[in-house]
C-alpha cells in the first residue's frame, strides 16, 4: 500500500512525519496520538466553528472527531494523509451536528449557493496598503467573524477548506464529496463575496480616516 | 481580453495555476485595467488575511477533557 509521502530537501521522497505518529498509536503509544491532536486541535476547532457557527457544538464536534479518528484509526488507509482523514471526519460530524440542532432536517453543504452575489465586483475602489491596522485585535476577528458567517454555507466550507486550512482542490473536493469544477466554482464565488464585504468595512475606514474623521 | 474573462481566470492566477502564454495575457489586461487590478490585489488580500488571523480561539480546557475521554477509551481497551 503505498504510503503519504513528503519531498524532502534532497529530492528523495520520505514518509510523512504523521505515518509514523500513526504507527506509535497503532502499537499502543496514546502520547502519540496526544501529539497529532495538538498538532490539528486548532484546524479542527476552527473547522467545526465554520460550519456549526455554534462554540459548543464545535468543541462536542472536535472531540468527537478526535475520539472517532482514535477508535477508527485501524481503518486510516494511509493512502490519504492522516490530516485530511481528520478533517473528513470533522466535517462529517459537524454536519450531523448540524442536523441533529435542525431537529432532523437534511443538512447539504449545497444549502443557499443559489447566490450571484459578488461574482461581478462592484466595489471597485482600492483598500489601504495594511487596511487591517486600521483595527484593533478584537475587532478586525470580530469583522472577520461577521463577514464569513454571511456567506452561504457551502461556500464557507470551501472556502475554510482550501484558503484556511490549505487543503488542495482534490482534497476539498474529495472531503466535501463535490467535483473538482464544483469546488473551483464556489471558491472563486467565495472569495470574490468575501472581498465584496470585506470591502465595506476597509473602505469606511479608509475614506473616515482621508477626511479626518479617524485619525 | 475582457474583464469578464480575466475574472473566470482570476483563481488560476491566484493560484499560480496558468500557463506562461496566459500569464503574459492577463498581466497585458492588468496594465490597462485598473479595476481588475484592485479586485486581483483585494482578493489576495482577503485570502491572506483569513489565513493569518485566528478568529475563533480554542476554548481553554478543551484539550485537557479530550485526553480524558481518549484515556479513558484506553482503559477501556486499546
Not at chain 1, 501529539?35 to 486548532?42: F, G, H, N, S
Not at chain 1, 464557507?156 to 482542490?169: A, K, M, N, P
Not at chain 2, 469578464?4 to 483563481?11: G, H, R, V
Request: net charge neutral; glycine share 6%.
Amino acid at each position: 500500500m503505498p504510503m503519504p509521502t513528503i519531498q524532502s530537501i534532497e529530492g528523495q521522497l520520505e514518509p510523512h512525519p504523521d505515518v509514523a505518529l500513526v504507527a506509535k498509536v497503532r502499537g499502543g503509544d496514546v502520547s502519540a496520538y496526544d501529539t497529532l491532536v495538538r498538532k490539528y486541535e486548532r484546524q479542527l476547532f476552527r473547522i467545526a466553528q465554520h460550519i456549526t457557527q455554534n462554540r459548543e457544538d464545535a468543541e462536542d464536534v472536535m472531540q468527537d472527531a478526535f475520539l472517532k479518528a482514535y477508535e477508527k484509526l485501524e481503518q486510516f488507509q494511509g493512502n490519504s494523509k492522516f490530516y485530511t482523514w481528520l478533517v473528513r471526519i470533522a466535517v462529517n460530524e459537524s454536519l450531523m451536528r448540524l442536523r441533529k440542532r435542525r431537529t432532523g432536517r437534511m443538512v447539504s453543504i449545497d444549502e443557499d449557493i443559489e447566490t450571484d452575489e459578488g461574482s461581478v465586483p462592484r466595489d471597485l475602489a482600492d483598500w489601504a496598503p495594511d487596511p487591517e491596522q486600521n483595527y484593533g485585535q478584537a475587532e478586525l476577528a470580530e469583522i472577520l467573524r461577521k463577514t464569513i458567517q454571511g456567506l452561504p454555507q457551502g461556500f464557507r466550507i470551501v472556502f475554510v477548506l482550501r484558503d484556511v486550512e490549505g487543503l488542495s482542490t482534490e482534497e476539498t473536493a474529495e472531503t466535501l464529496g463535490l467535483s473538482v469544477p464544483a469546488v473551483k466554482s464556489r471558491l472563486l464565488r467565495a472569495r470574490l463575496q468575501l472581498r465584496e464585504r470585506l470591502s465595506r468595512y476597509f473602505h469606511k475606514k479608509k475614506r473616515l480616516m482621508e477626511t479626518g474623521i479617524v485619525k | 481580453m475582457t474583464c469578464k474573462e480575466f475574472l473566470a481566470l482570476l483563481d488560476d492566477l491566484i493560484d499560480d495555476e496558468v500557463t506562461p502564454g496566459m500569464r503574459t495575457e492577463l498581466q497585458t489586461h492588468l496594465g490597462r485595467c485598473g479595476h481588475c487590478e484592485v479586485v486581483l490585489n483585494t482578493t489576495r488580500k482577503t485570502i491572506e488575511i483569513y489565513r493569518s488571523h485566528e478568529i475563533y480561539d480554542l476554548p481553554t480546557g478543551l484539550r485537557e477533557r479530550l485526553h480524558a475521554a481518549i484515556m479513558s477509551r484506553c482503559k477501556k481497551g486499546c
